[in-house]
């Protein structure tokens, strides 16, 4: 079989591999696959509830020169979009019919009814003045069988947001919808943001369209673009560089081959051990097999201009690159995230699958368990050869303890821009959205004392609802009382006082026989015994959302979350917390940087761990004293991208050190091949080979390190740093090793 | 209390005068004369009227009446600010109507104002009630013929507008909407039921713009 032969069918074989990945392919985004298992309720609501709740799934529009009946017409419109669970502003039409009937049917266990006859008096006088202003049969209907509005006032406080004059600015007209599909479900927020757009387009005035979904769908437009862009950007410079190099297109086939290859096999040994991909460990996936690109580029630009004996030892070097890459990425299996176990799983089939591609396809058998040493280097050289790295280093090392060197903060790396993301905050205000970063948390052993607790807490944060602390909260309590409150509200009935109440009517003009259906109602509620139940909230399917949101189980207990809007105290809010132990006031933010900094605990760890055992490893294969020149070179081209990662990006985040496990796998193949001990007229085939290596890797890397999305712009410029570090360490070792 | 005793008097006065006139002659107007006239008229800005609103229906025991002011301002669209019995603001803007007033704190002692905003849904009666206050009010005839048939008539010592609700399921509700004047002035503006039960505005000295020549030569009685 001919070289072309060998190319040909390596290429129809990949075909195959790739369609048959293809067909299996099933991708998910759930972004919390990629984090490491939860360590306390605040980061359990990060991780297990991502997406959903307070801020995921709110879309805001504002609609320019237009007044509250086109905005009422848009937002009737939308409410009948399937994807659309709630249009606010909402008419709370004061009508039975329009309430849930499991709230309509336990109105009287929702609330308290007025005490004595001038209580009645005020409450009474107050429907008389509603039926002023409006006194059609629905609304006698309502008021004659709930006069003092217990379902009405329950659903209204656990339903609003702003009250409602806050969504007429003048001209400009403000409508808050809540979407059914959760926040990282792109295909469903792209359809939706898609339709809200062509409604919106309809008019004639403009309109802004905010939220975080909004943002999502067209972060992905922008990031599929750019991502793209720059890709082919850097594909064709790297296809043209080594046309340029090679001058055949068998070779350029051949160079391209294993990096294919070793991608979809990759991918279809992933299809068959996980139900699902995750979209980022193929993107970072693909990042990591960078690598596999250097060994053909070895392999043909030695067949080219090295020596038969230089070519022998060609191999023996790329095995042990290729040994220490599969260690540091098989690391990631253990890293206990199940994205993270993807992504190492894929660059270690890859790395294989390209490794085998690239000495089938130029002739090589490989054997990655040789175990022949390499000859040592003469000591004398040996001192001159550490001085680069060990200067590199400590040049590197200095950087990083004089600026912070992680950052943990994941906002920092999104790429909306600055004042969309202040124009959103701003309407989360005047809007009365609950808070995103703090909410308070009832934990406790059953379902009835956390509704106990959580009636506790929403109690003793009234009072700084009336002194501007607070807007609002909205608990599940406001429509599911506790069974201890409801038997009492059930016992105060038995109290009630008809003469009370039509005192009270009586006071407020209005005639006590039109409320027989309340006292009806009064009546069956006394001889009731049963209550209202989370089941049958649940099963209500308007309430069923909200109801998950707020009330769920966890571990061995149940959690009762408080949203808190329009919180302007928090140490207020603390303080009053304090009476009741079961409540804790959380803090996403600084959850979801403790969780960031733990994962990036895991990643040093992982990649400390990787190093240890590539120590091992080439210690086995080699001297001691190479070893550990050989990683002191890779470390050194990992601190120095580091250290400039740091200076350029502000701090190293969980991207960046992915990048730099690519890099150290880079830097250790550039200085296994610089470092070996070779013959002299191997020398020009080896730097021409790293060299062609190097560029192409700076090409892409650096290509992609000038995008405006930070992370493409992070990966990019950490990667091409450390290859420029990593080429430089090599080139000075050579110079030191052979003295010329 | 002098204010209130004022506006009674002149409401009095009004009805007095109204009972004595006897029988007034009356000649019918076209449509399209009621609705040059309605569309000629419109309160204007800043001006404030004293009004008395009554209300019958079947929860109240007998006849509930409020009295207040009214005004208008381009920000606020129209307001109705009722001082008695009981303090409340409503503002209609824009088919959205505002409701302000004072309540008790839930959780300490004290009250605040509460203000709830209701857009209006024409298939409500009530709510088309409040519709056609403001369309009337500010001169815009287009927007009833959407909702009513429209009749007037001259009278000897003024005009009368009928609007009949053309949606079956208001009519169920609200059998017709009536509204009379002399002149300029908008006096009188009635709700009703079949069973006869309804909202009826007084209002006093209110002057629609554009002075009185320019609408009663063209069109008005």
């Known amino acids: 079989m001919t070289a072309n032969h060998r190319v040909l069918l390596a290429l129809l074989v990949t075909v195959a591999v790739a369609a048959g990945a293809a067909l299996r392919l099933e991708i998910s985004y759930d972004l919390s696959a990629f984090l490491p298992p939860p360590g306390d309720l605040a980061q359990s609501l990060l991780t297990e509830r991502l997406g959903q709740g307070a801020g995921a799934q709110l879309v805001f529009i504002a609609l320019e020169d237009s007044n509250s009946a086109e905005a009422s017409a848009i937002a009737g419109e939308l409410r009948s979009h399937p994807l659309i669970s709630r249009v606010l502003p909402e ?157 055949s297109p068998q070779r350029v086939i051949g160079v391209a081959l294993p990096l294919a290859a070793g991608g979809v096999s990759a991918m279809l040994a992933l299809t068959f051990a996980f139900d699902e991909v995750h979209g980022i460990t193929l993107a970072f996936g693909f990042t990591l097999l960078g690598v596999a690109l250097d060994y053909p580029l070895h392999l043909f630009i030695h067949a080219e201009e090295g020596t038969s004996a230089g070519n022998r030892n060609v191999w023996k070097v790329l095995r042990l690159g290729i040994l220490s890459t599969c260690i540091a990425y098989a690391t990631l299996i253990f890293s206990g995230a199940t994205g993270l176990q993807q992504l190492g799983a894929f660059a270690l089939v890859g790395i294989i699958a390209a490794a085998l591609t690239a000495a089938w396809i130029t002739h090589r ?203 302007t105290d928090r140490e207020a809010v603390m303080a009053a917390l304090q009476s009741v132990p079961q409540a804790a006031l959380l803090d996403l933010k600084l959850a979801s940087e403790n969780l960031v900094a733990d994962y990036r605990s895991r990643l040093v760890t992982l990649l400390l761990i990787a190093l240890a055992v590539i120590a091992l490893m080439l210690g086995v294969r080699l001297s001691l004293r190479e070893s550990l020149w050989l990683l002191l070179n890779a470390v050194a081209a990992m601190a120095f991208a580091a250290a400039c990662s740091v200076v350029w990006l502000g701090g190293l985040s969980l991207f960046n050190l992915i990048a730099l496990i690519l890099v150290t796998g880079l830097g250790l193949d550039y200085v296994l091949f610089y470092g070996r001990e070779r013959p002299r007229t191997d020398d020009r085939a080896t730097a021409c080979a790293v060299l062609i290596c190097a560029v192409s890797s700076l090409l892409v890397f650096g290509i992609l390190s000038l995008s405006e999305i930070p992370v493409l712009r992070s990966i990019g410029a950490t990667v091409a740093a450390g290859v420029i570090a990593a080429y430089l360490l090599a080139r000075f070792g050579r110079y030191a090793n052979t003295g010329s | 209390m002098v204010a209130r005793a004022a ?103 004290g009250t605040r104002d509460v203000t709830r905003r209701t857009q209006l849904d ?100």
Request: a negative charge; glycine letters at 6%; hydrophobic letters at 45%.
């Open chain 1, 91 to 247: 008419e709370l039409t004061m009508s039975s019919d329009s309430l849930p009937r499991v709230l309509w049917n336990s109105r009287l266990l929702l609330g308290d009814l007025p005490a004595d006859a001038g209580a009645w008096a005020e409450v009474l006088s107050q429907r008389a003045d509603d039926l002023m202003f409006a006194a059609d049969d629905d609304t006698l209907a309502l008021i004659a069988a709930d006069p003092a509005l217990l379902s009405i006032d329950a659903l209204s406080r656990f339903a609003a947001g702003a009250s409602p004059p806050a969504f007429d600015q003048g001209s400009t007209q403000l409508l808050m919808l809540e979407t059914v599909p959760a926040g990282f479900e792109l295909a469903a927020q792209t359809r939706l943001v898609t339709d809200i757009r062509a409604t919106l387009a309809r008019r004639a005035g403009g309109a802004q369209l905010l939220g975080s979904p909004v943002y999502a769908v067209d972060l992905q437009e922008s990031v599929r673009f750019e991502a793209t862009l720059f890709s082919s950007i850097a594909g064709i410079a790297l296809l043209l560089f080594i046309v340029l190099r090679f001058r």
């Open chain 1, 365 to 567: 058998s490989v054997d990655l368990a040789d175990t022949e040493r390499s000859p040592e280097t003469p000591p004398v050289k040996q001192v001159l050869r550490w001085w680069p790295a060990v200067t590199a280093l400590g040049v590197s090392t200095a950087v990083l303890f004089a600026f912070p060197v992680f950052n943990d903060d994941l906002s920092s790396l999104t790429p909306v821009d600055a004042n969309l993301l202040e124009a959103d905050a701003q309407l989360r205000t005047t809007l009365g959205v609950a808070d995103i970063r703090y909410l308070v948390s009832v934990k406790a052993g059953s379902q009835e004392e956390a509704l106990r607790a959580s009636e506790r807490a929403v109690a003793t944060l009234g009072p700084l609802q009336e002194s501007g602390k607070l807007v609002g909260v909205q608990s599940i309590t406001q429509i599911l009382p506790s069974r201890d409150t409801q038997s009492h509200r059930r016992e105060a009935l038995d109290a009630f006082s008809i003469e009370d109440f039509e005192a009270g009517a009586a006071a407020a003009a209005l005639e006590p026989a039109a409320f027989a259906t309340f006292i009806e109602a009064l009546e069956d509620e006394r001889d009731n015994d049963g209550f209202a139940t989370f089941t049958a909230l649940r099963d209500e399917p308007a309430l069923r959302g909200a109801v998950d949101n707020l009330f769920f189980e966890h571990a061995d207990g149940w959690v009762s979350l408080v949203f808190l809007r329009g919180l």
């Open chain 2, 7 to 109: 506006v009674s008097a002149t409401l009095l006065l009004l009805a007095v005068t109204e009972c004595f006139a006897g029988e007034p002659a009356t000649e019918a107007l076209t449509r399209d004369a009621t609705l040059a006239l309605i569309g000629a008229l419109e309160f204007p800005a800043d001006v404030e009227v004293a009004f008395e609103q009554s209300q019958r229906n079947p929860l109240f025991s007998r006849v509930k009446k409020q009295q207040g002011i009214m005004f208008k301002t381009a920000e606020q669209g129209l307001v109705m600010r009722i001082t008695d019995p009981r303090a409340e603001e409503r503002t209609l803007n824009a088919g959205a109507v505002s409701l302000t007033r004072r309540e008790r704190n839930r959780h300490g002692p």
């Open chain 2, 122 to 221: 024409p298939a409500r009666p009530s709510h088309l009630v409040l519709l056609t206050l403001e369309a009337v009010l500010n001169g815009d005839a287009s927007s009833l013929t959407t909702h009513f048939s429209v009749s007037g008539e001259r009278r000897q010592n003024g005009w009368e507008m009928q609007l009949e609700p053309i949606a079956d399921t208001v009519r169920e509700q609200l059998s017709r909407i009536w509204f009379r004047g002399a002149g300029h002035q908008l006096q009188q503006f009635r709700s009703e039921r079949d069973d006869g039960e309804g909202g009826f505005s007084h209002f006093v000295e209110l002057t629609m713009h554009p002075p009185a020549d320019n609408v009663t030569r063209a069109d008005a009685p």
